[in-house]
């Protein structure tokens, strides 16, 4: 069965720079473009990183500061300093 | 009664951002960077050679002798634009302030020992003269470069030189309670201290450097590069040996500063080696040309503070760091 973990983000200047470094550290996600949204899926696990997001963004990045930009999740969270990581496992 | 739905109509909008992002970077919602940044200054169509420089038109790319196929691959890895330059510089201000008031109102500087606090004037203030030096050269750059993304980089640089040396002056304020006196001393010494003569030669000599990407090299990376770990850091611990550690409070804007612009000058210098062997050598012979003479200038003033260690450890990381960028300094080993 086919398990899809995602992410909805507003469609602002803020997102569009994790939408990037999502997709550079999930290729196998799929992005969908909403009215005012934009939202990612991917099967069973999508990982935003610190690091990959410190250089799409050209400064320092707190991953917390994601949290402003998020409209929903689905998958359990697996986070710390570095990494945001949504995931089904069982 | 009749049930109300709630329909949602996507409007696709008909262009995404501006037709000259949308040919550098395809339609795509663009950063605000990419629109303040790229394909903002003219190319073309100049009707007039400028009074001030006929030899050339405007946005001339042969101010310099690199050759960059498109100027518009140096570009700013912060992506500062008017908005977020500001933004950022504001918070660090803010900061900063708060420091001074603090070191006004507690009179941190003022109950130093006589001595020290001459040592402040006579090694610290007169670096607000480098600091000008500094920003008539960032703004001559970006006014003679091409490429709105590098004219930003050495615009910002300019203004952030002219806070630095604000910041200075009102050290001497600090310690001469506002009379100016603390200023006109520190100035004497810019002037007439043997100690300073060799580095304000070079400060004046770069002023007159006609090639802008030899400038910024000079300034930036192989000038800057150097005097800020010798002056603010191995300086800072210098001065915190003679007691003065809360003057520390007062040039952390200049060490925090240092470690973020290294990131943008590190960035254009590795982008314009690498574009082709003739850029590479061009820098290698400025290189080799320059670091000598900012350590001939560095030089009476390390062995009068902070000693020989010190100014020989500063080299030994510069070493490395034009080591990082592909360059090789000239008398150092690595």
Same mark, same amino acid.
């Given at each position: 069965m086919s398990q899809l973990v995602f992410i909805?983000?507003?469609?602002?200047?803020?997102?569009?720079?994790?939408?990037?470094?999502?997709?550079?550290?999930?290729?196998?996600?799929?992005?969908?473009?909403?009215?005012?949204?934009?939202r990612i899926q991917a099967e069973s696990r999508l990982v935003i990183r610190r690091d990959t997001m410190e250089e799409k963004i050209g400064?320092?990045?707190?991953?917390?500061?994601?949290?402003?930009?998020?409209?929903?999740?689905?998958?359990?969270?697996?986070?710390?300093?570095?990494?945001?990581?949504?995931?089904?496992?069982? | 009664m009749s049930s109300v739905e709630i329909k949602t109509k996507t409007i696709e909008p008909i262009r995404k951002t501006f037709s000259n992002i949308q040919r550098r970077f395809g339609d795509k919602p663009a950063s605000r960077y990419q629109e303040a940044s790229y394909d903002i200054?003219?190319?073309?169509?100049?009707?007039?050679?400028?009074?001030?420089?006929?030899?050339h038109t405007l946005n001339d790319p042969t101010r310099t002798v690199i050759r960059m196929a498109d100027w518009h691959a140096v570009s700013d890895p912060r992506q500062f634009y008017y908005g977020t330059y500001v933004q950022n510089r504001?918070?660090?201000?803010?900061?900063?302030?708060?420091?001074?008031?603090?070191?006004?109102?507690?009179?941190?500087?003022t109950r130093l020992p006589a001595n020290v606090q001459e040592n402040l004037l006579r090694y610290l203030v007169p670096l607000r003269h480098v600091e000008m030096g500094a920003n008539m050269n960032n703004s001559g750059i970006a006014g003679d470069c091409v490429a709105g993304t590098v004219a930003q980089l050495h615009i910002y640089q300019a203004m952030d030189r002219l806070g630095i040396s604000q910041y200075l002056s009102r050290i001497a304020l600090m310690l001469d309670e506002n009379t100016g006196v603390g200023l006109t001393r520190s100035k004497g010494y810019w002037l007439d201290d043997p100690?300073?003569?060799?580095?304000?030669?070079?400060?004046? #000599?770069? &002023? /007159?450097? @006609?090639?802008w990407f030899e400038l910024t090299l000079v300034q930036n990376l192989i000038l800057d590069g150097q005097l800020y770990p010798l002056m603010y850091q191995q300086g800072d611990q210098w001065l915190a040996d003679q007691g003065a550690n809360d003057a520390s409070m007062l040039t952390e804007f200049m060490r925090d500063w240092f470690v973020e612009s290294n990131r943008w000058i590190d960035a254009m210098v590795k982008t314009v080696m690498t574009e082709s062997d003739a850029?590479?050598?061009?820098?290698?012979?400025?290189? #080799?040309? &320059? /670091?000598? @003479?900012?350590?001939?200038?560095?030089?009476?003033?390390?062995?009068?503070?902070?000693?020989?260690?010190?100014?020989?450890?500063?080299?030994?990381?510069?070493?490395?760091?034009l080591q990082k960028l592909g360059l090789t300094s000239p008398g150092v080993e690595v």
């Open positions: 909805a983000l507003q469609d602002n200047d803020n997102a569009r720079y994790l939408v990037d470094a999502i997709l550079q550290d999930n290729p196998h996600a799929e992005i969908q473009y909403q009215p005012a949204m934009i400064r320092e990045w707190d991953v917390q500061e994601m949290l402003l930009d998020v409209i929903s999740i689905g998958g359990s969270v697996d986070e710390d300093d570095d990494h945001f990581i949504l995931e089904w496992k069982n | 200054a003219a190319v073309t169509n100049f009707h007039y050679r400028p009074l001030w420089d006929p030899q504001a918070k660090m201000q803010e900061a900063t302030e708060h420091s001074y008031s603090f070191c006004d109102k507690r009179g941190l500087l100690l300073w003569q060799p580095l304000r030669r070079l400060v004046e #000599d770069s &002023w /007159v450097v @006609r090639d850029n590479a050598a061009q820098l290698q012979a400025w290189v #080799d040309h &320059w /670091v000598p @003479r900012v350590r001939e200038a560095l030089a009476p003033l390390a062995a009068a503070s902070v000693g020989g260690a010190a100014m020989n450890e500063v080299h030994r990381q510069f070493g490395t760091r």
